[in-house]
């Protein structure tokens, strides 16, 4: 007598095949950060040319990369504290409060002007950059999401700090 049924033997053995395959994937992404960074971003954009691809792996290869003082190394990216808690937390220490009184046109501005913006670090700066030397000047402020890291709230909270000439 069995304690079991047969779909009910196939239903526990799926689950056990899937969490199988689920626990083979994390490990091989664990053991390939650089190609697994580069299968995530496969579908997202397309590079115009074999240069901008190479780039295009510098930058994910970057990006998914843990960072030498972080205290948990299996994690590829680092929790973050929320937008406004660092930008207050980056007035109180005297750092930018500077917003550029007039619009920066992001197709010619450089890393220092792009970090004054709302929002936009060192890091996002020099992401910006590389993308639009990667795959030529950005059309209008809304191209700006082809920028790894910009989504579409940023990109809103931008629109009035930047233009594209």
């Given amino acids: 007598m069995n304690l079991y049924t047969r779909p009910q033997l ?71 504290a929320p937008a406004a808690g660092r930008m207050a937390n980056a007035r109180a220490r005297g750092g930018r409060s500077d917003v550029p009184p007039e619009p920066v046109d992001v197709n010619r501005a450089s890393a220092e002007e792009l970090a004054r913006l709302p929002g936009i670090g060192r890091t996002l700066a020099a992401r910006i950059i590389e993308t639009r030397d990667a795959g030529g000047p950005f059309a209008s402020v809304d191209d700006l999401r082809r920028v790894p890291g910009l989504g579409h709230g940023r990109v809103e909270q931008l629109r009035a700090h930047v233009v594209s000439e």
Avoid: I, K
């Avoid at 083979?24 to 971003?41: S, T």
């Avoid at 990369?65 to 299996?74: F, K, Q």
């Fill in 10 to 80: 196939a239903l526990v053995l799926g689950f056990a095949l899937a969490a199988g395959a689920g626990y083979g994937v994390a490990v091989w992404r664990r053991a390939y950060p650089d190609l697994a960074g580069r299968l995530e971003q496969f579908d997202r954009r397309a590079p115009r040319d074999a240069a901008a691809g190479r780039a295009l792996a510098a930058v994910t290869v970057e990006t998914n990369a843990a960072e030498p003082g972080d205290a948990r190394p299996g994690l590829e990216r680092r929790e973050r």
